[in-house]
């Protein structure tokens, strides 16, 4: 059995990898530390979709809430934004490994493994790199297996399920079909500029 830490990006995407772990024996901690999340509304609904999650499986998790620091985020990503994911995992990745070796763990891992959206090749990769030779391993796991059972689970234990990655990027992405035409806010512009009340 081993000591695991695993960096929970958020709740449903935590359900397989947790119980995965379990599965295998091992004694699973999570994470949370999430800056690329935005609003901060958001983040805290995240944080309390894993919360939620760690409940149902029976694990503790570290939240560090007083280091939620977008800015943090942003200076890292920052004319790097056609590569943001890479900066982003390299974010994320390095403070977990740092709090994995504090805490005398015996390995990390991530939830963003459960992800088929996820680019998987460059986590692993980052996360080998990370530890090195050192005494906390990476451990690769392809979590995706069980992409359909952290969905419907999540869904029967009413946990809040996110529609977009995180970051404003991808917030922009998911919603981008919403946007109104510009000629259809010009229009309403221009009737209220004309004195037309269109309430």
Not at 19 to 33: S, Y
Not at 45 to 56: C, I, P, T, Y
Not at 61 to 86: G, H, M, Q, T
Not at 115 to 131: I, N, T, Y
Request: glycine letters at 10%.
């Amino acid at each position: 059995m081993a000591r695991v830490l695993l960096h929970m990006c958020c709740g449903p995407c935590a359900i397989v990898p947790v119980r995965r772990l379990q599965e295998e024996g091992h004694e699973v901690t999570g994470f949370f530390w999430n800056p690329n999340i935005h609003p901060l509304r958001e983040y805290l609904r995240r944080r309390e979709a894993v919360l939620d999650v760690a409940r149902e499986l029976g694990i503790s998790v570290i939240c560090k809430d007083n280091e939620y620091d977008p800015k943090l985020w942003f200076r890292a990503v920052s004319f790097r934004e056609e590569n943001r994911c890479f900066h982003c995992y390299a974010l994320r990745l390095e403070r977990a490994m740092s709090i994995a070796r504090r805490g005398r763990f015996d390995a990390m891992t991530t939830s963003i493994l459960y992800s088929r959206k996820q680019r998987h090749e460059m986590v692993r990769q980052l996360g080998e790199d990370m530890a090195g030779g050192g005494s906390v391993r990476f451990w690769y796991r392809d979590f995706r297996e069980g992409w359909q059972e952290g969905i419907e689970t999540s869904k029967n234990w009413g946990v809040y399920r996110q529609q977009y990655c995180g970051c404003l990027y991808s917030e922009g992405e998911r919603y981008a079909s919403e946007l109104r035409e510009v000629s259809g806010c010009a229009a309403r512009s221009h009737g209220q500029e004309d004195g037309e009340d269109r309430g």
